[in-house]
């Protein structure tokens, strides 16, 4: 029998652009047990399934071999009954077990344990490893080590560098190029500093740009390259060190390059590092924005979940749900999971399930969606699906997938990418060589020059980097406007979509019903039938009952005293109200379902105007009072400006 699979979500800090994509599947491809899900540049996200914990330590490891570790957060728990040196190291052997664990330090002096998990994993999976060592544990802090934090350091990070190299680039660039954009300029910056004073100053510029903020394509570009696997940090690093270290000699021992190629590029090496800088800088701010709408998303569902335990009803932690607990929803509340009412009755808002702005009746047996809004009444429910079981962790798992999809043109940037920067190297190599066997003398000096102009040239290139990102933000916009993509490549055919048609109201209207119509029969007064309807309405929590008593309110309208109020559910309402001249009247509020019911005949005008009302997509309720149609009200959601 197949073991049962697993499926977990790894952060890769250093994933940067397609090659690295392409690097990431080939370090996990050998591995037994394992399968590749999706590997996201954009989110920096790697999905993978696997069949065992070895499986998935493998991959750790193979990810680490390749220059790309996965990030990790540290948790704190505190453990209760650990007694002995013993204890510790049962505690500690059941912690090394779970494979996101990389690392556990048990203190038995202060009864914690310090665990270093694989970033965005769920802590239970620790809780219970303890538990089945036979003690108990709780989460008591985490470092401040999360993906926002990181991403929001690296933001930082960036900015800085960015800063510090435009600030040291522009001088450099001014010197060595202003003279072919302002004439002159060339001329009077030789007579006024000289032209080997304007080098060393570049000089100097361009070694702290190429030092400083350049250092970290040396942090990732030079282990790559070691490893064989070049990226294009290794470009970049090669492309820059090339223009820098080829300037350096031209400045410092011109006599060593053939007559007439003494040129310094320190402008070049300086521009191309800030360029890539300001990119990384954009894709940076770019994932950031994105990955707001899928906090919003993970921010519909409460933190905290009331529960049924030993016969007391206790707040716990979300994740501390399980199928089968009994949950206490509360007015103004949540619902924390997908489950089933109980007992109880309640209006509940599913607009982001379902579109529609109209709340749903909820009562006993009736499904309820984790994330949904409660309004104003109170229930028990079931929980039957929780944590990435509920309906709202596949919508975000959902978008989080089509953001990390490969489009149809993707393919084709991916195979360019993947071997471009062993191309341009490759080329810079037969540069060298085509040079050093047919150039003329010096042929060292010329085949340097010309390899070197090959590696600057090949430099700033974002082509790998531009369709993840697209994507990525193309999705993350439409999360934001509430529009979800179940597949990537619906974005690419999207632009061949000439008509749209949208089978949820919600999606267009602004969610607020509103009184747009009131016609009466005979000689009854508007605003006199209008008080006898919300006087009805105004016990009832239906979302039109409250639009027909906030346009009484508006008018100023008198509500008179209403009493033996009864709900029929799928028809309408009906109590006794007492009129301006003393009399009390039947009054019955609801649709044609109610009219049916109680075998009145409507006047010919006013089922015409319903008619009339209903195609322009209005809600129309009769006012029926003593057995007598006495006119209607229509209720409409009015279309968003936008």
Excluded at 260 to 276: D, M, Q
Excluded at 366 to 391: K, P
Excluded at 447 to 476: D, E
Excluded at 479 to 498: H, I, T
Aim: charged share 20%.
């Amino acid at each position: 029998m197949e073991p049962k699979r697993s499926r977990i979500e790894l952060e890769v800090p250093s994933m940067h652009c397609a090659s690295c994509v392409s690097r990431i599947e080939d370090a996990l491809s050998d591995i037994e047990g394992l399968q590749v899900e999706s590997v996201n540049p954009g989110t920096r996200r790697a999905s993978l399934d696997y069949r065992d914990r070895a499986s998935l330590r493998q991959a750790l490891q193979a990810l680490e071999r390749a220059g790309y570790p996965v990030a990790t957060e540290q948790q704190r728990l505190a453990i209760e009954g650990m007694h002995c040196a013993s204890c510790v190291h049962r505690v500690t052997s059941e912690l090394e077990k779970i494979p996101e664990v990389r690392g556990a330090h048990v203190n038995l002096a202060s009864s914690e344990a310090v665990i270093e998990i694989l970033e965005g994993s769920n802590v239970e999976a620790a809780i219970e490893a303890i538990k089945r060592a036979g003690y108990d544990a709780r989460a008591i802090g985490t470092e401040v080590n999360s993906g926002q934090a990181r991403e929001q350091r690296e933001r930082r990070s960036l900015k800085r560098r960015l800063v510090f190299s435009a600030l040291l680039t522009l001088p450099v660039f001014v010197l060595e190029m202003g003279g072919h954009i302002v004439p002159g300029m060339a001329a009077w910056l030789d007579q006024a500093v000289g032209r080997s004073n304007i080098h060393v100053v570049s000089m100097v510029l361009a070694t702290l740009v190429q030092f400083g903020p350049g250092l970290v394509f040396y942090r990732y570009g030079g282990p790559a390259l070691l490893r064989g696997a070049p990226d294009m940090n290794s470009l970049v690093m090669l492309g820059s060190s090339a223009a820098w270290g080829y300037s350096i000699v031209a400045t410092l021992a011109p006599g060593i390059l053939p007559e007439g190629t003494a040129n310094v590029y320190f402008e070049a090496s300086s521009v191309i590092i800030t360029l890539i800088l300001l990119g990384r800088r954009l894709e940076a701010i770019a994932r950031g924005r994105t990955s707001i709408a899928i906090r919003g998303l993970m921010q519909l569902a409460p933190d905290s979940a009331w529960v049924e335990r030993d016969g007391q009803t206790i707040e716990i932690a979300l994740g501390q749900v399980q199928p089968g607990d009994c949950l206490h929803v509360r007015p103004g509340a949540k619902v924390p999971v997908d489950g089933r009412v109980v007992d109880g009755d309640s209006w509940v808002d599913e607009s982001m399930i379902s579109g529609e702005p109209e709340p749903v009746r909820k009562g006993p047996d009736d499904t309820v969606v984790g994330g949904t809004l409660n309004q104003t009444g109170a229930f028990r429910m079931q929980a039957e699906q929780t944590g990435s079981d509920t309906v709202l962790a596949g919508i975000i798992r959902m978008v989080e997938q089509a953001q990390g999809n490969r489009l149809p043109v993707q393919a084709l940037v991916d195979q360019v990418t993947r071997y471009f920067v062993p191309a341009v190297m490759a080329l810079a190599a037969a540069t060298l060589v085509a040079w050093l066997l047919f150039g003329p003398q010096p042929a060292l000096s010329l085949a340097l020059v010309n390899a070197v102009a090959v590696l600057i040239i090949a430099c700033p290139c974002a082509m790998g980097l531009a369709t993840p990102v697209s994507i990525m933000v193309g999705t993350g916009q439409a999360a934001r406007s509430g529009v979800l993509f179940r597949r990537g490549d619906a974005l690419q055919k999207l632009r061949n979509v000439g008509l749209v048609a949208f089978d949820k109201t919600g999606t267009l209207t602004e969610g607020k019903p509103s009184m747009t119509g009131l016609e009466t029969t005979g000689d009854w007064d508007k605003d006199e039938l209008l008080g006898l309807a919300a006087s009805v309405e105004q016990h009832s929590e239906h979302p039109i009952a409250r639009a027909i008593v906030a346009a009484t309110t508006a008018r100023s309208a008198e509500l008179p005293e209403a009493q033996n109020f009864d709900s029929q559910t799928g028809q309408g309402v009906v109590a006794r109200v007492k009129r301006a001249d003393g009399g009390i009247s039947t009054v019955s509020v609801g649709g044609p379902r109610m009219i049916e019911g109680l075998n009145i005949d409507l006047p010919e005008s006013l089922a015409r105007l319903a008619g009339r009302l209903s195609d322009r997509s209005a809600t129309v309720v009769f006012v029926v009072v003593d057995d007598r149609p006495a006119g209607l009200i229509a209720v409409s959601d009015a279309v968003k400006p936008g």
